[in-house]
């Protein structure tokens, strides 16, 4: 079982902490954002009327998958019939079983590089090989041609396995990318897990294209989505499994009945979520923008450090001037302060599978307020500057 | 990946609701007796007051931590520290966890058959084999002597788990008998996985006894444990995993960081259920002693019907004079009605490796009250006596 790359340096967090430094957390994407009022205010009458949080069936509230099919997805364009839709323990079990559905021990599953760290627990813990698709921190991360996927498919290959837009560099996947991945998967018959929990966090004029609507595809798309980052309830671990091929549902349905059932209070949450009005996202994604372009500016404008611009999600990866970024990361932690206070980044070598290629990388997670990530970053600052391994 | 032998019915049941049937579930574990008011009331509190529900540590709140271990570990006798325990997700995560710490593909887990089915589930997904030491209906599941253990053990066991009280048996298994399991294990070196989250529905003068107080065995054993049922909270989803060796909780660790955290609803659930008063369990074990003994005797009256009578949790395995008890629990579902009702069970094979072995046998878990656990075995009785497979 491979250490969490994202949380394997809480402890020297904590111990910081525990000395009496605050820690900007710039590491994880948790955000700071309220979680909508009327998620929480459900939960709470739930518990005021009801007297027994008892098992719900195994798919989940049958009120929750029909609220999101009719509240969520219709809305967004995304066609689902509540066979089609399952609750999941959050995105973390939804693309857990995902793969598991998609490819057995010994199977490859395609991913584009840097990818979610965890794609490759899971694949480590069921026998999956990762191949991976490298894209360039220097192009913006911008997708290679479908020919570099021809070059990696083989016959063990039984899926595609993206994150859009992408944890954790920022990336999203445009509809022309997206019909030609499309294609890709229908030549080879593969499985397209499309990890689609940050649809909310687009930063262009085009609406967000899901994979779920990649015409002639309905049979080999899995969506794996989440309440997490949609509402800021990262904690309720909610999310779900949708797609239209009915033997991925029977399959996710096995193992949803081995877990007996997911989280009743969060499915609560996620109901109440589904009330959510349009303002409280119109919002969110103007304090992202801003966060983001913050964090941007600030990043390129230190000396020999890069970061593209991200067009989704809240995350961007920077290339720092450093021996090496995991060094870097944990010296943070453990040898510099300014002004009492140091900043948490997540070194993310291993959200690649190509040697070295993100050694000299952090991901950085924009989910502070614009002040308190401008002091965050001033710190990251001063530290590049003092650390003794920089490399300029 | 196994269908759950507990849930693959769900959609017959489903089916018999839907055409005005009332069915009386005896199937699952699933109590209708009412959470600690405490544990809502705490929820409803937090949510009118937090405005986000965000990550917690991987471990779980360490308030959650610390109370467990101060407000209940303590009062029952088990010593742990905050860094022997860890949150879960339910027990199911705890015991799915605790396999894989314990056993590699290919190792050997030793269970005593009938065994709960989900430890199977996670068996096969894991590439683990499962060897059973069986324990027969006639002797009330007595455990067989420590010579059968000697005849299954190779160098590629690992552990051996145990539900205690047990689920589906209803077996307590006493101080004596988790003594000498403790001496095996040692002799071996083997993990002993001991999930005892039936631990408050003991029916006898003696309490309980933890494989946590088996002298000598501190760094082998690994406790699995949930809120599910001692507060009644299936639907929280919270569990532990407990141990005094640093080398199991630093796997475990790793384990809770791939799925990021624990359901934050839920482990506040679980932090205000530490409030619960005694009367609270005092009163709900007499309900289900008087449940139990009305489900035995009704069971007993039956022609060709024998079930043991259960010391712990709130199930028994009853014999049935049926062809296939599967085919039996089925036709219940779609065929049979008493009134407009019927009863649902759980068949028992798949708890067994022997084959045959629980073929003619079913779980009922006594789960109703009184007057309603009447009618479902009054059903179940006239059932007995109208299905064409009947042996008798």
Avoid at 57 to 64: D, Q
Avoid at 146 to 157: L, M, Q, R, S
Avoid at 202 to 225: K, R, W
């Amino acid at each position: 079982m491979p250490a969490s790359a994202i949380r394997k340096f809480v402890p020297l967090a904590d111990a910081a902490k525990a000395s009496g430094t605050k820690v900007y957390h710039l590491n994880v994407g948790a955000p700071d954002i309220k979680s909508p009022r009327c998620a929480l205010d459900y939960v709470a009458d739930k518990c005021r009327t009801l007297d027994h949080i008892s098992y719900t069936n195994s798919l989940g509230f049958a009120e929750l998958r029909t609220g999101l099919i009719e509240k969520y997805y219709r809305k967004i364009g995304i066609d689902l019939e509540p066979s089609e839709i399952m609750v999941e323990v959050a995105g973390s079990e939804a693309f857990a079983v995902a793969m598991q559905i998609a490819a057995d021990k010994g199977d490859e599953i395609i991913v584009i590089e840097p990818y979610y760290t965890n794609y490759n627990t899971f694949a480590v813990l069921n026998g999956i090989t990762l191949k991976a698709i490298h894209t360039d921190i220097k192009e913006g991360f911008k997708l290679s041609s479908i020919d570099e996927f021809e070059k990696v498919v083989t016959p063990k290959t039984k899926a595609v396995l993206i994150s859009n837009p992408c944890n954790p560099s920022g990336k999203l996947f445009s509809k022309e990318e997206m019909l030609a991945l499309g294609e890709f998967c229908k030549k080879h018959d593969l499985f397209l897990i499309s990890d689609e929990v940050y649809r909310e966090f687009c930063y262009t004029d085009e609406p967000h294209f899901s994979a779920m609507n990649i015409p002639g595809l309905e049979q080999n798309v899995i969506l794996v989505d989440s309440v997490s980052k949609r509402y800021n309830l990262c904690g309720a671990r909610i999310g779900c499994i949708a797609s239209h091929n009915k033997d991925v549902m029977a399959a996710a349905l096995k193992f949803g009945q081995s877990r007996l059932c997911p989280p009743v209070l969060g499915q609560y949450a996620a109901i109440g979520a589904l009330d959510t009005p349009q303002e409280y996202f119109d919002e969110v994604k103007a304090e992202y923008i801003a966060r983001r372009d913050c964090a941007i500016e600030m990043l390129n404008a230190m000396p020999g450090v890069f970061a593209p611009t991200p067009l989704g999600a809240f995350y961007t990866i920077a290339e720092l001037p450093v021996d090496d970024a995991e060094s870097f990361c944990r010296w943070m932690l453990t040898d510099f302060r300014l002004d009492g206070a140091t900043t948490m980044t997540t070194p993310v070598a291993s959200f690649y599978r190509t040697p070295d290629a993100g050694k000299h990388q952090v991901r950085i997670a924009y989910v502070l307020e614009v002040p308190e990530l401008r002091k965050a970053l001033t710190i990251l600052a001063e530290g590049l500057k003092a650390y003794p391994g920089r490399t300029i």
